[in-house]
Nanobody, 126 residues
């Protein structure tokens, strides 16, 4: 089992930026793809972005493409989500997730992840 702890959420004005971090422990980190999801009140958890174990390949939801950047530092067992040009509709609880697979096949599907963090709130004011 892997433990995940997110940080970096907060309140920001529209057009602003935030950087989320997710620290992992308990299992090998560099062999596994990681993902970010978000869940707004009354809505289902939705895919945001994912990255392969080596960090060479990434995947983004259309709604964040060009604004968000996922990255990872395997030496620190940490994955990041840089969020720029934030919009009010980005407001949600953001979760990082670990999957047993190295590659991104099916990475936009919430059911393909095996461990989840507790989430961090991101609020974007208009």
């Amino acid at each position: 089992q892997v433990q995940l702890v997110e940080s970096g959420g907060g309140l920001v004005q529209a057009g602003g930026s935030l950087r989320l971090s997710c620290a992992a422990s308990g299992r090998t980190f560099s062999s596994n793809a990681m993902g970010w999801f978000r869940q707004a009140p009354g809505k289902e958890r939705e895919f945001v972005s994912a990255i392969t174990g080596n960090g060479f390949s990434t995947l983004y939801a259309d709604s964040v493409k060009g604004r968000f950047t996922i990255s990872r530092d395997n030496a620190k067992n940490t994955v990041y989500l840089q969020m720029n040009s934030l919009k009010p509709e980005d407001t949600a609880v953001y979760y990082c997730a670990w999957r047993r697979f190295y590659f991104l096949t099916g990475a936009n599907n919430v059911t393909t992840y095996d461990s989840w963090g507790q989430g961090t709130q991101v609020t974007v004011s208009s």
